[in-house]
C-alpha cells in the first residue's frame, strides 16, 4: 500500500478575517500551515504529501515544509476557487503509484497519527473511502429561513471531519465525473458517495476542530 496525502490549504479564510489566507495565520507563532505539514510529514503511514496551496503562496508553502524538515512534501500547487478545484489540482500531481489518497484540510491543524490509521485501517473489506464522525449533542432542524420545517433524527446524523482517506481509483472517478454542481461541496467524500462510492464513518475527534473563525483559532492553540 502506497499512501499519499493531499493538504487542502487553499482557501481565503474570509471567515477568519485577517490580512492574509488562513493557511498563514499565526498559530502559536508559526503560520498555521506548518502544523498538519509537520504531523503528515512524521506519518509512518504516509509517503508524500501534495499541497493546494492559495494562489501567490506556493512558495511559501514550501519553504514552511523546508523549515520544519518536511521532506515528504513533493510539490505546492496552485488552489482552485473552491475546495474540490484545490484537491483536483493537487490529485493530478499525486503519483499513479499511490494506492490510497488520504485528503486533509490544512485547516485542521490538529491531526494524529491514530485518526490516520483509523481511517486507512478502514479501507479494506470493499470500501471505497472512510471518514472521521462525531456524535451531534444539540437538537437538529432544517429551516426554511425563520421557520422551523422538522426536527430530524439525531441518531442517524453526524459531522464529518478530515482526514478522509480513498482508494486511488475510487477518488480519481469521482474527480473525473465531477459536475458543476460538485464543486461547491464541502468534502471529497461526498462527491465519491455522488459517483457511487461506498464510504464508511469511524471515529473522529474533537480536537480536529476545523479552525472557521478567530475564537476557534485561539481554541486550537490553547490544546496545543
Ligand atoms: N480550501 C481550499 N481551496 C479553496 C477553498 C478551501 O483548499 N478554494 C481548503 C481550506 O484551505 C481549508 C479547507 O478547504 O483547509 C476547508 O475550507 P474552509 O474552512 O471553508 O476554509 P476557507 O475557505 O479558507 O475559509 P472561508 O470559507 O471562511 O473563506
Ligand atoms: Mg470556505
Known amino acids: 500500500m502506497s499512501v499519499w496525502a493531499i493538504l487542502a490549504a487553499a482557501g481565503t479564510g474570509e471567515r477568519l478575517g485577517l490580512d492574509r489566507p488562513k493557511a498563514f495565520a499565526p498559530l502559536n507563532d508559526r503560520p498555521l500551515v506548518t502544523e498538519p505539514i509537520e504531523r503528515l510529514d512524521a506519518s509512518e503511514w504516509i509517503e508524500g504529501i501534495v499541497i493546494a496551496a492559495p494562489p501567490g503562496w506556493e512558495e511559501p508553502c514550501i519553504l514552511v515544509a523546508e ?14 476557487e473552491t475546495r474540490a478545484e484545490s484537491v483536483r489540482a493537487a490529485l493530478a500531481e499525486v503519483p499513479d503509484e499511490a494506492t490510497v489518497v488520504l485528503v486533509h484540510d490544512a485547516a485542521r491543524p ?3 497519527d491514530e485518526v490516520v490509521e483509523r481511517v486507512i485501517a478502514a479501507l479494506p473489506d470493499g470500501w471505497d473511502g472512510a471518514v472521521p464522525t462525531l456524535p451531534i449533542a444539540d437538537t437538529v432542524k432544517r429551516v426554511d429561513g425563520e ?7 439525531r441518531e442517524t446524523l453526524v459531522t464529518a471531519q478530515t482526514p478522509q482517506a480513498f482508494v486511488a481509483p475510487a477518488l480519481r472517478g469521482a474527480f473525473s465525473t465531477l459536475q458543476d454542481s460538485g464543486t461547491k461541496s464541502t468534502d471529497c467524500a461526498s462527491l465519491v458517495e455522488g459517483n457511487g462510492g461506498r464510504v464508511r464513518a469511524v471515529e ?14 485561539e481554541l486550537v492553540a490553547s490544546w496545543l
Not at 67 to 80: C, D, I, L, N, P
Not at 147 to 153: G, H, K, M, N
Request: aromatic share 0%; proline share 5%.
Open 67 to 80: 523549515e520544519v524538515a518536511a521532506g515528504k512534501v513533493a510539490k505546492a500547487v496552485t488552489g482552485g
Open 110 to 112: 490538529l491531526i494524529t
Open 147 to 153: 421557520s422551523v420545517a422538522e426536527t430530524l433524527d
Open 204 to 217: 473522529g475527534d474533537p480536537r480536529l476542530l476545523k479552525v472557521t473563525t478567530p475564537a476557534d483559532l
